[in-house]
Each structure stands twice: as structure tokens, then as C-alpha cells.
Nanobody, 124 residues
Framework: QVQLVESGGGLVQAGGSLRLSCAAS????????LGWFRQTPGKEREFVAAIRRSDGNTYYYDDSVKGRFTVSGDIAKNTLDLQMNSLKPEDTAVYYC????????????????WGQGAQVTVSL
């Protein structure tokens, strides 16, 4: 089993910045990818960004956050951060850290472990 704990998030005005962090523990040797998803009430959980275990790590972003969000971390060190800049009200959501044993996919079904979620609220 893998445990994921998120920290960070909060309330910020539009145009501001927030940072999320995720720490993995347990059977972390099984992790092949770490990612961030977000979810708003009544909607499906959607992909935000991820890193894949490879030489030097490989990064993936949803088009809606490219150029504004930066994912960093190291699977080997069991850490994942998400720097969120130029935040918009539509970024408001609960953000989840997730770990996959098989690779990066844009679908939540491809991730096997989940954190408890961190609220990000962006006001006008």
C-alpha cells in the first residue's frame, strides 16, 4: 500500500499563486507515476499534471494549466509539488495527489492510490 498526504492550498484572489505538496510513504517502490487531479461538485475528477518515472522524469500537463502550473518533484524521493500561478476562479476545486503503479494516464481510473484532497479556492 501507498499513502499520500497533501498539504498547501487555501484561498487566493484571481491572479495569485498557491503551492501544493504531496508526500508518499509505504510501498513507494511500486510507484511509476505521480499526478495531480482536481474535482468540483457534480463533475468528474480531471487530470491536471503528472510526472513519470524515467531518466530525469517526464512531465505531463493538461492544456488548461500549461504555462501557469508547474509540477515538480522526484518519484525516487517520494515527493510531488504543484506550483500554481496566475490562478483563475475556474481553478477552484479539491486537488488530489495520486500514484500509479503502471504509468501516466489522463484518467483517474489509471491511478491506484489517492490522497485526502486539498481545497483550492480562487476568488474574483
Amino acid at each position: 500500500q501507498v499513502q499520500l498526504v497533501e498539504s498547501g492550498g487555501g484561498l487566493v484572489q484571481a491572479g495569485g499563486s498557491l503551492r501544493l505538496s504531496c508526500a508518499a510513504s509505504g510501498h513507494t517502490f511500486t510507484i511509476y507515476a505521480l499526478g495531480w487531479f482536481r474535482q468540483t461538485p457534480g463533475k468528474e475528477r480531471e487530470f491536471v499534471a503528472a510526472i513519470r518515472r524515467s531518466d530525469g522524469n517526464t512531465y505531463y500537463y493538461d492544456d488548461s494549466v500549461k504555462g501557469r502550473f508547474t509540477v515538480s518533484g522526484d518519484i525516487a524521493k517520494n515527493t510531488l509539488d504543484l506550483q500554481m500561478n496566475s490562478l483563475k476562479p475556474e481553478d477552484t476545486a479539491v486537488y488530489y495527489c495520486a500514484a500509479s503503479k503502471s504509468g501516466v494516464t489522463y484518467y483517474p481510473q489509471g491511478f491506484h492510490y489517492w490522497g485526502q484532497g486539498a481545497q483550492v479556492t480562487v476568488s474574483l
